[in-house]
């Protein structure tokens, strides 16, 4: 994966980095708040695998995460995005979803546009960031890799949606 700048977003008081070892509690904590609720699925704190993820960092404090997972069909997923629920609404997940799509961008050749996608319970907040709701059927090794051995897969509800091709960078974020 093509390396970038650390900090590569940084509003008044937000930072969309790197996530390090030091965040994987408070990554753990934000995943689990929602996958009590039923909002996303749940991840082992041991299972957290720490270089996919990035996180938004209000004061030093991790407020959000999202991860990104480069299956073998050249597809790319996005996964595990969330944001603490009082902070909601300020545009942070889009900060978060903007830099996992310029991430994915800079792992492929020049000019090859990632073929960035998530399953979500969530469509109308990745539509409104660049995302078109698609069949799912057509991201077979995600199928073949996770939902096949998901326990929620007989009656999974999540909806799949694709980066619809633009240039990452042209995806406006707002002051915090
Ligand atoms: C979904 C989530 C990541 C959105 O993060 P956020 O920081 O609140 O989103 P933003 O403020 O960047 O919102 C960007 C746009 O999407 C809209 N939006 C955000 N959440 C939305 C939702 N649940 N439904 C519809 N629109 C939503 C915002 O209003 C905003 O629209 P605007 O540009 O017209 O103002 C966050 O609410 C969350 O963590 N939810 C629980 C976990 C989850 O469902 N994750 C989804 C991936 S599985």
Redesign the pocket.
């Known amino acids: 994966m093509a390396a970038m700048a650390a900090v590569l977003e940084r509003t008044e008081k937000v930072t969309i980095r790197r996530a390090s070892d030091a965040d994987r509690d408070a990554i753990f904590d934000l995943i689990h708040t ?1 996958a009590r609720a039923g ?2 699925l749940p991840v082992p704190l041991d299972g957290i695998s720490i270089e996919r993820f990035w996180v938004a960092a209000v004061d030093g404090a991790v407020v ?1 995460c999202g991860a990104l997972w480069f299956w073998e069909d050249g597809t790319v997923e996005i996964r595990s ?3 603490a629920a009082h ?9 978060l979803v903007r830099q996992l799509a310029l991430e994915s961008q800079a792992a492929l050749p020049k000019g090859v546009m990632p073929q960035l996608f ?1 399953l ?3 469509p ?2 990745f539509i ?2 660049g995302f078109d709701v698609v069949p799912r059927g057509r991201f077979t090794a995600k199928e073949r890799g996770d939902c096949a051995t998901c326990p929620f897969h007989a009656h999974c509800r999540e909806i799949a949606v694709l980066w619809n091709g633009h240039d990452p960078a042209t995806l406006t974020v707002r002051d915090f």
């Open positions: 929602f909002e996303m959000g995005l969330a944001v902070l909601a609404g300020r545009g942070i997940g889009k900060m998530a979500t319970l969530k109308t907040f409104k960031v």
